[in-house]
């Protein structure tokens, strides 16, 4: 099954570089449909312009980004040399706490 996500072009760009391997998304009805061996195909956005297709490799749950980034490590998310607190707060620029809080969150373990 093939699933279709926006994402930022920041994002989008460290993904096709093979830094980011974890796509990180709340835990939420559409996303609970994701299974491994499924492909997600990456539409950037807001440009609309360029797509990405990945394998989803494995997932991973968790109540909390929080938990999420004290368990995985922060290059994986390509964000080296960041603090948790950092990833959470950009994380929250997306994202609301309710939002975390009814869903739960998810790692999509991702191959390029």
Known sequence: MVHQMGLYSEYF??????KKI?????????RR?????????FIKVPQQDE???VQVIDLKSYDTFEAMYNDI???????EGWTIKEMIDGTYEIY???QEKEWGTLAIMIEY
């Open 22 to 30: 974890v796509e990180v998304r709340l835990n939420d009805e559409k």
């Open 33 to 41: 449909k994701i299974k491994v061996g499924d492909a997600i195909e």
């Open 51 to 53: 797509f990405l297709k």
């Open 96 to 98: 609301t706490p309710e």
């Open 13 to 18: 760009q460290s993904i096709r570089e093979g």
């Open 73 to 79: 490590p922060p290059e994986d998310f390509d964000c």
